[in-house]
T-cell receptor, first 114, second 110 residues
Framework: ETGVTQTPRHLVMGMTNKKSLKCEQHLGHNAMYWYKQSAKKPLELMFVYNFKEQTENNSVPSRFSPECPNSSHLFLHLHTLQPEDSALYLC?????????????FGQGTRLTVV | DAKTTQPPSMDCAEGRAANLPCNHSTISGNEYVYWYRQIHSQGPQYIIHGLKNNETNEMASLIITEDRKSSTLILPHATLRDTAVYYCIVGIGTASKLTFGTGTRLQVTL
């Protein structure tokens, strides 16, 4: 238990569906992150939020839409995804975006797009 | 560009020390060395980090060479639960500034 909880753990969705991934952290951290991990590829950073403000978007397609209503919660809204978007989506948090501290990761959501 | 080089895989007998090497010859003076691991189908787990001094915590020890061009992560008594992919990362700051590579797959065997 890392203090970062992601739901659901597994998700299968059609290309025309709309779904959301949820991440919640109980660590009092101010920075939260979305990562994508495709099969046999390194982790790719998608979005960064610091004090609820988006500070980084790594050229992620608009079919992925993040939302950070407060420092404890982070969502990733999904719509009209493609099969190649199937991957493990990981949420992480850290005390802040700067400073040399560790990041805590959730267990991930295994997404399959059919 | 890869900032670290790690062997793709290693084996270790249970109960023995696992020594995982990492080369980071282009590390700059203010960059830290971080180690994370990822057990199959789970999120990465932070292990340890350091700047230039050797570091030890309840999970592992980190040995950084004097010129800082390489480091070794030591798991003193490996168990089967230590089987995972271990990532050596150099960078400044937290998750937004760290680039995960392909890591070393450590297999601990009986």
């Amino acid at each position: 238990e890392t203090g970062v909880t992601q739901t659901p753990r597994h998700l299968v969705m059609g290309m025309t569906n709309k779904k959301s991934l949820k991440c919640e952290q109980h660590l009092g951290h101010n920075a939260m992150y979305w990562y994508k991990q495709s099969a046999k590829k390194p982790l790719e950073l998608m979005f960064v939020y610091n004090f609820k403000e988006q500070t980084e978007n790594n050229s992620v397609p608009s079919r992925f839409s993040p939302e950070c209503p407060n420092s404890s919660h982070l969502f990733l809204h999904l719509h009209t995804l493609q099969p190649e978007d199937s991957a493990l989506y990981l949420c992480a948090s850290s005390q802040g975006e700067i400073g040399n501290t560790e990041a805590f990761f959730g267990q991930g959501t295994r997404l399959t797009v059919v | 560009d890869a900032k670290t080089t790690q062997p793709p895989s290693m084996d270790c007998a249970e109960g023995r020390a696992a020594n995982l090497p990492c080369n980071h010859s282009t590390i700059s003076g203010n960059e830290y060395v971080y180690w994370y691991r990822q057990i199959h189908s789970q999120g990465p787990q932070y292990i340890i980090h350091g700047l230039k001094n050797n570091e030890t915590n309840e999970m592992a020890s980190l040995i950084i060479t004097e010129d800082r061009k390489s480091s070794t992560l030591i798991l003193p008594h490996a168990t089967l639960r230590d089987t995972a992919v271990y990532y050596c990362i150099v960078g400044i700051g937290t998750a937004s500034k760290l680039t995960f590579g392909t890591g070393t797959r450590l297999q601990v065997t009986l």
